[in-house]
DNA sequence: ACGTGATATTGCAATATCACGTTAAATTTA
DNA sequence: TAAATTTAACGTGATATTGCAATATCACGT
């Protein structure tokens, strides 16, 4: 097999899990947090620092920016990142919720 | 390749992201959710209301106990997972103060 | 000891992910 | 226009994940 029977959860879950899946790597929390820190940070940058190579950071940025995660601004022959801050607190309310709620459940 | 180059990223960054790889699936957020709310729940129960088959669930469990986010109290020939609270706790703490540093680092 | 129910393990096929080399597209600079 | 820089896209190999059937194990009742 190898895919996810994602039709047979609820919209909550399969987006409590798609945002998860998406920090379920240490290089795209590096990044987020590179990116959050130096406010605007282009590829090279994240290259250099990270230590991985150039296709491999793009791959991430591209499943951190598939969430919505990213905003990119065009400055010459460079493209800076920053983070969409509307999402990240979006997102972090959809996994708070579900913590919290799980807590509750546990605690009745 | 297709391994994951943990030993370039911090401890923090690896437990973030191990943390939130258990959450990147949504039978798993389901099958937390089962077991918190029913208290006490068991692997057969959880395979007729999810619609997965027994070995599926009994590997997603094998995954969330990985990290220590289940209990198992053996009663008769039932074995009955509970939620090790403890553990969720430090879960969201983990992943809630990644949330927070990314954002006031976002805003300052 | 035997059968039964519940769960774990094994082995497999299909798919996804990770990492990278190479190439291509876009933009700046000479 | 040509060269240089930056990043996305494509292709590929290696590994991991998902899901299941078959089997093994474990605990109980008879």
């Known amino acids: 097999m ?32 590179q990116i959050s820190d130096k406010k605007h940070c282009n590829c090279n940058q994240l290259v250099k620092s990270i230590g991985l190579a150039q296709p491999t950071i793009s791959q991430h940025l591209a499943e951190i920016r598939k969430i919505g995660l990213l905003k990119q601004t065009v400055k010459g022959k460079n493209l800076f990142y920053s983070i969409n801050t509307e999402k990240l607190n979006d997102c972090r309310r959809i996994v708070n919720d579900f913590f919290v709620k799980t807590q509750v459940s546990c605690n009745k």
Chains 1, 2 share one sequence.
């Open 2 to 33: 190898g895919f996810t029977k994602k039709h047979i959860f609820s919209d909550n879950q399969n987006l409590v899990a798609s945002y998860s899946k998406v920090l379920g790597h240490p290089a795209r929390i590096s990044i987020i947090q």
